[in-house]
């Protein structure tokens, strides 16, 4: 079954500042990877997500990076704001299953220094 | 314009006891499904649903049962609860499945098994 490595857990970045989160998966039969951004007392939400035909996608200040040899994906934030402060969780395609379920990364909890 | 919907936001349980928790959505989507998040383990799929009638395990259904009878409402039921079974409880929808389209989660159902 996949297992979907994050990194780190926990990441603490002055206003400003570039964050940086790092999921590794196992395989894949499917093209969907997206990453969820989660605030205390929600349910998560889909943040941006990637297909990886592109090696990168890009919306705003938010960046996913892909390497499709190397099996692993980011989430870059740039100018990071303490409205970005919350908990972020990359995602994966289970692939032994035929259809629906992704694999979720343990997440990481970031926090934003004014 | 809801999205997704649960209830009850908090509950506590004795062990052996039973209890159905709610999910309706009103975005018309076809999937819906049910994830725990426990720290340090990320969104673990419990049952999921991919219309009125159908019904799958995940990757954690022993304890839950769930039934579709509408394309709005797919309830989670505890039929004997454990301690192991503390968690908080996300429902969530989506119009083509996880792994081809966003996952819309309510906002979770915080469950303590004494």
């Known amino acids: 079954q996949q297992q979907v490595k994050q990194s780190p857990q926990s990441l603490i970045v002055q206003k400003g500042g570039i964050s940086i989160i790092n999921c590794a998966y196992e395989?894949?039969?499917?093209?969907?990877f997206p990453w969820y951004q989660q605030f205390p007392g929600k349910g998560p939400a889909l943040l941006i997500a990637?297909?990886?035909?592109?090696s990168e996608k890009k919306e705003g200040r938010f960046t996913i990076s892909f390497n499709k040899s190397a099996k692993q994906f980011s989430l870059h934030i740039m100018d990071s704001q303490p409205g970005d402060s919350a908990t972020y969780f990359c995602?994966?395609?289970?692939?032994?299953?035929?259809?629906?379920?992704?694999?979720f990364g343990a997440g990481t909890r970031l926090t934003v220094k004014p | 314009n809801a999205g997704v919907t649960q209830t009850p936001k908090f509950q506590v349980l004795k062990t052996g006891q039973s209890m159905t928790l709610q999910c309706a959505q009103d975005m018309n989507h076809e999937y819906m499904s049910w994830y725990r998040q426990d720290p340090g383990m990320g969104l673990r799929l419990i049952h999921y649903?991919?219309?009125?009638?159908?019904?799958d395990q995940g990757e954690v259904p022993n304890g839950y049962n769930v039934s579709r009878s509408t394309t709005e409402d797919f309830p989670l039921r505890l039929l004997s609860a454990a301690p192991s079974q503390t968690s908080v409880y996300f429902c969530?929808?989506?119009?083509?499945?996880?792994?081809?389209?966003?996952?819309?989660f309510g906002n979770g159902t915080r469950l303590t098994v004494t």
């Open positions: 395989n894949t039969a499917f093209d969907y």
């Open positions: 969530a929808s989506s119009y083509e499945g996880p792994l081809f389209s966003p996952l819309h």
């Open positions: 990637i297909r990886p035909d592109v």
């Open positions: 995602a994966a395609p289970e692939p032994t299953r035929p259809t629906n379920d992704m694999r």
């Open positions: 649903s991919v219309g009125a009638g159908i019904t």
